[in-house]
């Protein structure tokens, strides 16, 4: 089954970057690789059932499995061991991806309170975009008599850009909400 935004990229987005762009060839128009979503959990190392609730609430928002993230080394003034569980992460590929990158911008987004679009600041020098949401709850599919707690994340949106105005292109044609 291919998404909507897959098909979307290939009729429409693509030919606009290769005509903006002038790429003498279809394999140099930028695209998404991946998107990663990370959750940082502190209080995991004190308490299981704070890391197994952010699971079960990034397996929903994602529909993929997430994977433990575990401390390195010890840190004292954390008060993290080495090996303890310290957040979860998963990462999405294909039409998993498509999938999740069209709830964030039609459902997630315009869910946020006081909402003008999002930073277009927050691109790397390789046309990689990073966003950080401090809620849970704008996505459809937490329910809030559920939480223990309003948790944020972090969304990396990965892309193959040869740099940030490449990224930005791509992205606003995907239809992410930029501010202007």
Do not use: C, W
Request: aromatic share 8%; hydrophobic share 40%; charged share 25%.
């Amino acid at each position: 089954m291919t998404q909507r935004l897959s098909k979307l990229y290939f009729e429409q987005i693509s030919p606009k970057l290769i005509e903006k762009f002038s790429y003498k060839n279809m394999h140099q128009v930028p695209r998404i690789d991946k998107i990663v979503i990370n959750r940082g959990v502190g209080e995991a190392a004190q308490s299981n059932k704070v890391l197994e609730s952010s699971l079960k609430e990034l397996n929903l928002i994602s529909g993929q499995r997430g994977i433990i993230t575990r401390s390195k080394k010890a840190i004292a003034g954390f008060k993290i061991r080495e090996k303890v569980p310290v957040g979860v992460f998963v990462t999405l590929r294909g039409d998993r991806m498509y999938s999740f990158l069209d709830r964030l911008i039609n459902l997630a987004l315009p869910r946020i309170r006081d909402f003008q679009g999002i930073s277009a600041q927050s691109f790397d020098k390789y046309g990689n975009y990073s966003l950080g949401l401090e809620e849970q709850l704008m996505f459809p599919e937490i329910e809030y008599d559920k939480i223990d707690q309003l948790r944020g994340m972090d969304i990396s949106i990965v892309t193959n850009a040869k740099n940030s105005e490449e990224g930005l292109a791509l992205l606003k044609e995907f239809g992410l909400p930029f501010k202007s």
